[in-house]
């Protein structure tokens, strides 16, 4: 089965800092790449999706980028934090494959202060 | 567009009580429904999944969850909760596409009584 890594664990940043949370993973190939946030009684939100090196869709407009320069290397990035842009950060990782079950990270917990 | 319902964002049970965590779903094809468990800063771990086959699907730690496309419902329940079943609770369904988008429900925060 898959492993998905996430760092770091905990994350305080002041308003206006930059953003730079990384995500790989391990045990499969070509896989479908995704950031989703958590926020309180909100349930996960779909941030961004990947379907392959360099291919970055957004669901929804925000303050926050993706990138995927390596096959299994998924970074989610910010030039200027907002107070809003605090949750927990999941990524997970499943092969295109119908059917199949995503594998999720440990998440990154951060707040903007 | 497919969508997913939890019904009850918290649940309290006694342990040993009956568990049922209601999700319902919105889909215009034959659906692929899952349910992850999530305990505090931690991620998702898949208990279930549905996948065509067998409409009664069992999963970890004694949860089982029965897929009703009469009534477009994907229940989970467990027959006696321990202590360790505290945790929140996502359904979710997939797109069909080559994205294989998860759509999650709100989530059901389960607390077990002692």
């Known amino acids: 089965s898959q492993t998905i890594h996430q760092w770091p664990a905990t994350l305080v940043q002041p308003v206006g800092s930059p953003l730079s949370l990384e995500c790989t993973v391990e045990g499969t190939s070509n896989p479908n790449l995704y950031w989703y946030r958590q926020a309180a009684g909100r349930g996960l939100q779909l941030l961004f999706y990947?379907?392959?090196?360099?291919?970055i869709s957004s669901e929804v407009p925000q303050n926050l980028s993706a990138s995927r320069p390596q096959d299994r290397q998924f970074i989610l990035s910010s030039k200027k934090l907002l107070l809003s842009d605090s949750g927990f950060y999941l990524c997970?990782?499943?092969?295109?494959?119908?059917?199949?079950?995503?594998?999720f990270g440990q998440g990154t917990r951060l707040t903007v202060v | 567009a497919q969508s997913v319902t939890q019904l009850g964002s918290h649940v309290s049970v006694s342990e040993g009580a009956l568990v049922l965590l209601r999700c319902n779903y919105s889909s215009s094809v034959p659906p692929y429904l899952f349910w992850y468990v999530q305990y505090p800063n931690q991620g998702l771990q898949l208990l279930l999944k549905y996948t065509s086959a067998a409409t009664l699907v069992k999963g970890i730690n004694g949860f089982e969850a029965e897929f009703k496309k009469s009534e477009t419902s994907f229940h989970l329940t467990k027959p006696s909760a321990h202590m360790s079943d505290a945790a929140e609770y996502f359904c979710a369904v997939t797109e069909l596409s080559g994205t294989y988008k998860y759509i999650f429900g709100t989530g059901t925060r389960l607390k077990v009584l002692a």
């Open positions: 997970a990782s499943l092969q295109p494959v119908k059917g199949t079950e995503a594998f």
């Open positions: 990947s379907v392959g090196i360099g291919q």
